[in-house]
């Protein structure tokens, strides 16, 4: 059974494909391709974005708070109404990442969202997960959001399998035809030299990998695909120009009307 439930340490980084390109045969030195690269292509995830109508999830997650969550629907390539697709809930933890998720064929998926009514429980579900999203879908009244598709070339480590390096080229967003099945065009989330590089590890990354990324001049930075796509939706958008301010001003209202909680933000 394909694991269901992640927690690793995150870190991003924005390189251009120059230094992609000049990195990968050092790095294949340590690291394997994923399996879905084994033929040295790259494969598409696509994903969609539940949120509520006021992009509750996305706006608490902009203003770094200790702990955030998302729920997104994801799918290798582009699915049938009838394959299966994992039904993700993603947190983070004074800054430790977690999924949990579940397989489902994409139309049950899709009757769990809309209905939070439970499928028949079969051998490729996980019904704990499930029961999570269930709570979830009865917390907050969500509605899918942004369908966020990219290119993605994966590795890891020949050591351990807690160490796993991902980069996503193509990244294209839409907040229109939100169905999964009905393919992975959207407008470009990046520059076309860019590339989004993520290290992902149990705890500490290995020296050499460290070293590497000095050598490169290969900086940390913060960058979440769905919030970069709201906020760059916010900008492009003049009649949304006060939800900009709402977003920045998330802290300082807190704040003011929740002082006890002010330390969520630090």
Same mark, same amino acid.
Request: positive net charge; hydrophobic residues 30%; proline residues 2%.
């Given at each position: 059974? /394909?694991?269901?439930?992640?927690?690793r340490?995150?870190?991003?980084f *924005?390189?251009?494909?120059?230094?992609?390109?000049?990195?990968?045969?050092?790095?294949?030195r340590?690291?394997?391709?994923?399996?879905?690269?084994?033929?040295? !292509?790259?494969?598409?995830?696509?994903?969609?974005?539940y949120?509520?109508?006021?992009?509750?999830?996305?706006?608490?997650?902009?203003?770094?708070?200790?702990?955030?969550?998302k729920?997104?629907?994801? /799918?290798?390539?582009?699915?049938r109404?009838?394959?299966?697709?994992? *039904?993700?809930?993603?947190?983070?933890?004074?800054?430790v990442?977690?999924?949990?998720?579940?397989?489902?064929?994409?139309? $049950?998926?899709?009757? *769990?969202?809309?209905?939070?009514n439970?499928?028949?429980?079969?051998?490729?579900?996980?019904?704990?997960?499930i029961?999570?999203?269930?709570?979830?879908?009865?917390?907050?009244d969500?509605?899918?959001?942004?369908?966020? /598709?990219?290119?993605?070339r994966?590795?890891?480590?020949?050591e351990?399998?807690?160490?796993r390096?991902?980069?996503?080229?193509?990244?294209?967003t839409?907040?229109?035809d939100?169905?999964?099945?009905?393919?992975d065009?959207?407008?470009?989330?990046? $520059?076309?030299? !860019?590339?989004?590089?993520?290290?992902?590890?149990?705890e500490?990354?290995?020296?050499?990998?460290?070293k590497?990324l000095?050598?490169?001049?290969?900086?940390?930075?913060?960058?979440?695909?769905?919030?970069?796509?709201?906020?760059?939706?916010? *900008?492009?958008?003049?009649?949304?120009?006060?939800?900009?301010?709402?977003c920045?001003?998330t802290? !300082?209202?807190?704040?003011?009307?929740?002082p006890q909680?002010?330390?969520q933000?630090?």
């Open positions: 059974m /394909a694991i269901e439930v992640f927690k340490h995150e870190s991003k *924005l390189i251009d494909k120059t230094i992609y390109e000049e990195i990968q045969d050092k790095l294949l340590y690291m394997e391709l994923d399996e879905h690269n084994r033929n040295n !292509q790259l494969y598409t995830i696509s994903n969609l974005y949120d509520t109508r006021d992009n509750h999830l996305i706006r608490t997650s902009l203003s770094k708070p200790k702990y955030k969550e729920l997104r629907l994801r /799918a290798y390539g582009i699915p109404d009838d394959e299966k697709v994992f *039904l993700e809930i993603k947190k983070k933890i004074c800054g990442g977690s999924k949990r998720r579940t397989k489902l064929k994409l139309n $049950e998926a899709y009757e *769990l969202i809309t209905t939070s439970v499928p028949k429980i079969r051998d490729y579900m996980n019904r704990q997960v029961d999570e999203i269930k709570y979830i879908l009865k917390i907050y969500l509605e899918p959001k942004v369908y966020l /598709a990219y290119d993605r994966a590795m890891f480590s020949k351990s399998r807690d160490l390096i991902t980069f996503d080229t193509n990244i294209r839409r907040r229109y939100l169905k999964l099945e009905n393919g065009y959207g407008e470009s989330l990046l $520059e076309d030299n !860019q590339c989004l590089m993520e290290v992902k590890a149990g500490s990354i290995p020296l050499w990998l460290s590497m000095s050598e490169y001049k290969i900086f940390k930075t913060s960058f979440s695909k769905y919030g970069s796509e709201y906020k760059k939706m916010l *900008l492009s958008n003049k009649d949304l120009e006060g939800e900009m301010n709402k920045l001003k802290y !300082q209202t807190q704040y003011l009307t929740h909680l002010a330390h933000y630090f």
